[in-house]
């Protein structure tokens, strides 16, 4: 976001606790000091009100991010993201164009119950004239946020907050203030043989250390990550199961109308379908509010182990 | 004179013989009651307020005593068990705050229906919930209020409709404001007015500060919030108010949290130690309280120590279960989804799993 907001004065920042907190998250830390009050913006509470003000000012021509504290907090604004957002540009047969990003942190954490843990790829990556993304590393949430914050239309980025605080190396391109993401592409983080494992977010961390595990055991998973939720990168995971045949999608939000079943749906309309040698299974989140209770929580989410079970059902192990 | 002679006796005589001369002393030293002038309010768009005097019983003040020490020191419990890690995720205290939701609980009925915010956890004890099933709530164990399902931000009791975790909507309050002036709802709508939009000062957040004017055509009181009493008799005027069929109204209680907005706030970086220090110096509750019991002859130095160490024998009690009580079972995942539904199948991580849902 500084290098962005560096590069073109016409980018800011608004949300709650952005600027002289530093962000709830931290996100922002340093931000408000360097550029000011008229880059980095504090907003009260009412997240359906500064959504508004944040579509108008992109629609006026400035290029904002909203944040919001989390991605829950966007139900009190999704008519600003989704009808004064998402369909203008079609709407207005081309004239009207909406270069917002909406970003923060999305899905579960720990320990925040029901109000506070939903997962919105589904919700949001459901409505044309939307892009999604959702980063997994430091690489992915670096050149998707330059990426959204350069394209011309409303981009939702869904970040996650237990990811904030892990480290990862980053490769030497990446550090380039240039370094871009194109929305749309899937980056294969491992190759593999046997079986396909689609992931994105946290749950791509979880499908490498499957695939560490079952490597020992003979089995070489390809695990994808997403990084886009729309548009989906489905020729990349095309590709990849017609070259092992089988399926394996993980995400954290609820099963009904998720991002697997979509998975699932396309390759069924695709070439890859003849190529499957057993059905395509998800692993989700459990199908209940996140509960509070750590027992609960533990088993609402998708594990190492869920994910390692269904990739030997799979494959019939 | 009768003080120290007491204290002469038990000393001489040992702990024992104390219940008895203490039960002297109650019936010569204690008032019944005592009328205490309170400040009044603000008002707005209001002929009249409430009462600048009010009558406080030697019980109830006993009574709001325990309550408002129950409360902060169930708090500093749930500080303490957060720090210890058997609380997690989100945790919002209402220490500095007791007077309000003891104040209010003492107007209004049982039977009369409350919600709010995260910073709930006052007002689930005054609203009926035992500090036991509070604590093990936010230990999330099966002995919890919601069984541990819910956590911090979503406990519920009968005629408390939570704890909710999603908040601020000045959007929608100026609806509800609208529609309850419109139909005439029997309505109080409350601010807690804490100074803080979470770590944002109010001068930064709100346009008009004046939050009991914000309803705009509603009626509205400014109340001290530090004052059980006078939140009680506000309270009592509003809801007489309601009752009357006279329509909604609008109640700003100036009250002060001594902890950040969470857990994860530390509460320092957008204020300063001074003005929290003030504030526990001058303007604390309980000793709010204590103070006016004592100069009104309602109770002593003594007697309220000892209500002090029984509130803490009770928390600690509380917290000694809620932290030995056992998770809720795993069979439990899938259940309370529906009301009045037959059984059925809840799925799990992946189609394998699955859980039973029971009503």
Same mark, same amino acid.
């Given at each position: 976001m500084d290098e962005e907001l560096e590069r073109d004065e016409k980018v800011f920042l608004l949300g709650e606790e952005v600027a002289q907190y530093d962000g709830a998250y931290k996100v922002s830390r340093g931000l408000w000091k360097k550029y000011g009050d008229k880059r980095i913006i504090d907003t009260p509470i009412s997240e359906m009100g500064f959504a508004g003000i944040a579509v108008g000012a992109a629609m006026a021509g400035l290029r904002p991010i909203c944040e919001f504290m989390t991605f829950n907090f966007s139900m009190q604004a999704i008519d600003q993201v989704i009808n004064s957002a998402a369909k203008t540009y079609y709407m207005s047969a081309g004239l009207q164009p909406v270069p917002i990003v909406f970003r923060g942190p999305n899905g579960a954490s720990a320990g925040v119950a029901a109000q506070h843990s939903q997962c919105f790829a589904a919700w949001y990556g459901h409505c044309p004239g939307l892009k999604v993304v959702s980063p997994w590393n430091s690489e992915d949430a670096k050149g998707l946020i330059k990426s959204a914050i350069r394209d011309n239309n409303p981009v939702v980025m869904l970040e996650n907050e237990l990811m904030y605080g892990v480290s990862f190396e980053l490769p030497a391109e990446a550090q380039s203030k240039d370094f871009l993401i194109p929305i749309g592409k899937a980056k294969i983080e491992r190759q593999g043989t046997h079986i396909t494992v689609v992931a994105h977010s946290r749950p791509v961390g979880h499908c490498l250390e499957a695939a560490t595990v079952l490597s020992k055991e003979g089995i070489e998973c390809e695990v +994808?990550? %997403? $990084?886009? +939720? $729309?548009? %989906?990168d489905i020729d990349a995971i095309e590709a990849s199961v017609m070259k092992t045949n089988h399926l394996v999608t993980v995400e954290g939000g609820w099963p009904q109308f998720g991002v697997g079943a979509e998975i699932c749906a396309r390759i069924m309309e695709g070439p890859a379908f003849n190529f499957l040698d057993a059905p395509a299974v998800r692993v989700t989140g459990a199908d209940v509010p996140m509960p509070y209770a750590k027992i609960l929580e533990d088993h609402s989410v998708p594990q190492v182990k869920d994910i390692i079970f269904a990739i030997k059902k799979t494959l019939n192990i | 004179m009768k003080k120290m002679l007491a204290s002469v006796v038990s000393r001489v005589l040992g702990a024992t013989q104390k219940p008895p001369l203490r039960v002297l002393l109650t019936s010569c030293n204690y008032s019944k009651d005592a009328t205490i002038d309170i400040k009044s309010c603000d008002l707005y768009r209001l002929e009249g307020g409430p009462a600048s005097s009010t009558l406080l019983t030697r019980d109830d003040g006993l009574k709001y005593y325990r309550a408002m020490q129950i409360v902060r020191r169930m708090e500093l419990k749930a500080d303490q068990l957060y720090k210890q890690k058997f609380i997690r995720g989100f945790c919002h205290l209402c220490d500095g705050q007791e007077a309000c939701c003891v104040g209010i609980e003492a107007a209004i009925k049982p039977t009369d229906n409350v919600i709010t915010s995260y910073r709930a956890h006052g007002i689930c004890y005054t609203r009926g919930l035992s500090v036991k099933s509070i604590l093990a709530e936010l230990t999330g164990r099966r002995g919890g209020c919601a069984k541990g399902k819910g956590g911090s931000m979503h406990m519920y009791a009968k005629h408390f409709f939570g704890g909710n975790g999603i908040v601020g909507a000045q959007g929608q309050i100026a609806e509800a404001y609208n529609m309850a002036a419109l139909w005439k709802l029997p309505c109080v709508f409350i601010c807690e007015n804490n100074r803080y939009a979470m770590g944002t000062a109010v001068e930064r957040a709100a346009a008009s500060t004046d939050y009991y004017k914000r309803g705009n055509f509603i009626p509205g009181l400014k109340v001290n919030g530090m004052d059980v009493l006078c939140v009680r008799e506000a309270t009592r005027f509003a809801a007489d108010h309601c009752r009357a069929g006279k329509g909604p109204i609008v109640m700003e209680l100036q009250t002060y949290r001594y902890h950040g907005h969470s857990m994860s706030d530390p509460g320092v970086s957008y204020r300063t130690r001074e003005e929290i220090q003030t504030m526990r110096s001058k303007s604390d509750p309980i000793m709010l309280l204590q103070e006016k019991m004592i100069s009104h002859k309602l109770s002593s130095v003594e007697e309220l120590k000892e209500i002090d160490v029984e509130v803490r024998k009770e928390i600690e009690e509380a917290a000694q279960f809620a932290t030995t009580d056992p998770e809720p079972s795993l069979d439990e995942l899938g259940h309370h989804l529906y009301h009045s539904n037959p059984p059925f199948d809840v799925r799990g991580a992946n189609q394998w799993i699955k859980y039973k849902s029971i009503s």
């Open positions: +994808i990550n %997403m $990084r886009t +939720i $729309r548009p %989906m | -």
